[in-house]
């Protein structure tokens, strides 16, 4: 099994290498903040909206999808007429679009569509019962894909490995259903997958998106996220010192903070961040680290404290 950040969604436990995670919720802003906090780069339900995250709007025609502009970041659309593909590209939302009944090419065919006409992105809802397709579909459709876990409705006993399973299987995220009773818990909350694949979407919506007030809570939302992560990666790096103690190493180690500060500022490139900020950040960060492992090197172990 690979080593795999993991997001804890209600009772299920999603390993996940792949950058998003869409959570289908239900209209309940605590929900909603919840799925924020572990990670949801966007929610069904218009209690996403209350909570500052963009909404995902189930939209079956024209009229709906006017409707839901007005609060929507995306719209998901199933098996679109061409008046629906018209209506949806006219709101200038990026599109989630499910698989009809029919078979992959009218799916294909409808997204194709929708591309030429000038829709703000598309991005494929893969059922789960086809995840072992999702790679596939990807490299023909040259788009996104997530995998949808309510279609068929995956049992949270399964949903970790199914998820696991999509993301093995070339899915770019994955669309989940919370149990609506767990909550999602403090200690999950740093082992997130970082969430960016929808997010550049997300972000290009209408210009009736969230105010300056929901902009804010989305910030504050992010802002507990990094505080939770720094946390997190001070903790593993005092696991780091505990290590090197026992092997009698130096807590420097110059060559490999070389590597972590190459490879931040390779992601930043990727994911459309300013590499000299997040450099600034990395190299806080790991003299946090250094911090951290020198007050493991000097404390004494339990068993050497005096009685
Ligand atoms: O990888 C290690 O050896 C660490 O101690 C972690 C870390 C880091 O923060 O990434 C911190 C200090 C070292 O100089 C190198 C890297």
Redesign the pocket.
């Known amino acids: 099994m690979p080593d795999v950040p993991v997001v804890k969604v209600g009772t299920a436990v999603f390993g996940s290498g792949a950058p998003a995670v869409v959570a289908a919720l239900p209209a309940a802003e605590s929900a909603a903040r919840d799925a924020a906090a572990a990670g949801a780069s966007a929610v069904t339900g218009a209690g996403g909206r209350a909570a500052g995250l963009p909404v995902v709007a189930d939209v079956a025609g024209p009229d709906e999808a006017e409707r839901a502009a007005a609060h929507a970041a995306m719209l998901r659309l199933t098996a679109p007429d061409d008046r629906l593909v018209d209506a949806a590209v006219g709101t200038g939302l990026p599109v989630l679009l499910a698989r009809g009944p029919g078979d992959d090419g009218g799916w294909l065919a409808a997204a194709g569509r929708l591309g030429r006409r000038g829709a703000a992105g598309v991005v494929l809802d893969v059922p789960a019962a086809d995840l072992a397709r999702a790679w596939s579909v990807r490299r023909r459709a040259a788009l996104p894909v997530v995998v949808d876990l309510r279609r068929p409705r995956v049992v949270p006993a399964l949903a970790a490995a199914v998820a696991r399973a999509a993301f093995a299987a070339g899915a770019d995220g994955a669309v989940v259903t919370p149990d609506g009773n767990a909550g999602i818990s403090g200690p999950d909350l740093p082992d997130l997958a970082v969430l960016t694949v929808l997010a550049p979407l997300l972000t290009s919506g209408p210009a009736t998106g969230p105010g300056l007030a929901g902009l804010r809570r989305r910030l504050d939302l992010l802002d507990e996220q990094i505080v939770r992560l720094v946390a997190h990666?001070r903790a593993v790096?005092r696991l780091?010192?505990a290590v090197?103690r026992r092997d009698r190493l130096p807590?420097?180690?110059?060559r490999?903070?070389v590597q972590?500060l190459d490879r931040a500022a390779a992601l930043a490139g990727r994911l459309d961040a300013d590499p000299r900020t997040v450099l600034a950040i990395f190299n806080l960060?790991?003299d946090?680290?250094?911090g951290a492992?020198r007050a493991v090197h000097t404390a004494r172990l339990p068993e050497e404290r005096p009685r």
């Open positions: 990666r790096a780091v010192g090197k807590a420097r180690d110059l490999r903070e972590v960060l790991i946090d680290a250094v492992q």
